[in-house]
């Protein structure tokens, strides 16, 4: 009887899937899908992919009259399937509440997320939760606190370094377990290099803004990870001779780049007086919020000047070209919205808005895709369990109705979502 009634919930909730009373051997299984093949940039159809506790146990081609037998089928006919996305710049672990914001992440997608600087504690408790519940909320690598000089930027969720103290600080990040060390804007080259040596001699990786006291290519020498916005990296567009160089440079160390173009496409927003209004406002935290309003009103009363305005519109196409060009060099590159680092830049629904920017400036949906997925595991060293839809990898996927390589907003098209092995979001 009970059993009758969860199918009945099941089909009211999830119409074309279906029921069966033996017991089952997958969990899931999504028959005749097309998968998106981020690693070939390929599009294999008709496939059937089945999912046992929370890993993809086969894949094989779809047969018409082949009986499954599954808690759960989903009918796939004429939708596509890819791995789930990484925001890989996020704010999301400096207030304890936060995770309230977990399920919005995943019903855009977003099975995993890179921290990018909070409370080591929160981090700690929320990746333990997410550890404990894998449905709860994305896959959390984190950095704790951001490091920066003696007078840093964001002295609430920073700490201030000097040559005296850094190895104690590291030591004890090291030992709550940090994912990577976060480096920001004023840290000393002194400091930056002991930084630096540390995290080679305990191979954990650091990454951040570029400090405004070294070169991009200083920081591309001193093996930081990946920078973040392009802080610095301006400055390199003007001058081609440089650029090339540099991307050379950075290609050999393994720098990524984490442009955030979004935070630019909002910057100008804010010169034009322009606050992009998201019904997920409602959903976000009262500080958040505040801290919102606060800006808008600071900017509404400020006075922008035409040719302001227009200095922002012409950075900003520069900062779009700067990125496309590092694409066409090779640069491995990251997508990220540094949600709660900026304004009105939305959990989940921003990722989505990055995506169209990318594509915006001609970089091929296939790309962008890989960028979301496979990069991220490349890049967190997490390749063997995340990044593809291919037997063995983790069941994070994102099935969807339309395809994304025709358009890549129709990432936001999202039929289903899927956390290791279960379904968090379906329409
Ligand atoms: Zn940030």
Known sequence: MNFVKTCMLLLVHFSGFSCFSQSASYNVVIKNISVIDVQNSKIIPEQTIYIKADRISKIEKYKRHKK????????????????????????????????????????????????????????????????????????????????????????????????????????????QKIDFIKVYSLLPKSVLDSIAAYAKEKNIPFAGHISEYLTPEEASESGQKSFEHLNRLEELYDDKNR?????????????????????????????????????????????????WEQVKKTKQNKIFTEEEALRAEERYKK??????????????????????????????????????????????????????????AIFLGIRESYGTVEKKKMADLIILDENPISDIRNTLKINTVVKAGKIVNSK
């Open 68 to 175: 499954i037998v599954s808690d759960t089928i989903i009918d796939g006919t004429g939708k596509f399937i890819l791995p789930g996305f990484w925001d890989m710049h996020i704010h999301i672990c400096w207030k304890d509440n936060l995770h309230n914001l977990f399920p919005i992440l995943l019903n855009y997608g977003v099975t995993g997320v890179r921290d990018m600087g909070g409370d080591v504690n929160i981090l700690n408790r929320f990746k333990k939760q997410v550890k404990n519940n894998p449905v709860s909320g994305p896959v959390i690598f984190g950095a704790g606190p951001i490091l920066d000089g003696e007078e840093p930027v964001h002295a609430d969720f920073s700490v201030p370094m000097t040559q005296l103290n850094t190895r104690k600080v590291l030591d004890s990040l090291y030992a």
């Open 319 to 376: 900062q779009k070209l700067l990125v496309r060009k590092f694409y066409d060099k090779g640069i491995p590159l990251l997508i990220g919205t540094d949600f709660a680092g900026i304004q009105f830049v939305y959990p989940g629904f921003s990722l989505h808005e990055e995506m169209d920017l990318l594509q915006s400036i001609g970089i091929p949906p296939f790309a962008i895709l890989k960028m979301a997925t496979l990069n991220p």
């Open 243 to 291: 650029f090339i160089a540099f991307t050379k440079l950075a290609r050999s160390h393994k720098t990524w780049i984490c442009p955030t173009l979004i935070i630019y496409k909002r910057k100008v927003e804010f010169a034009k007086k322009e606050f992009f209004a998201h019904d997920l406002y409602n959903d976000l935290d009262n500080d958040i919020k505040n801290e």
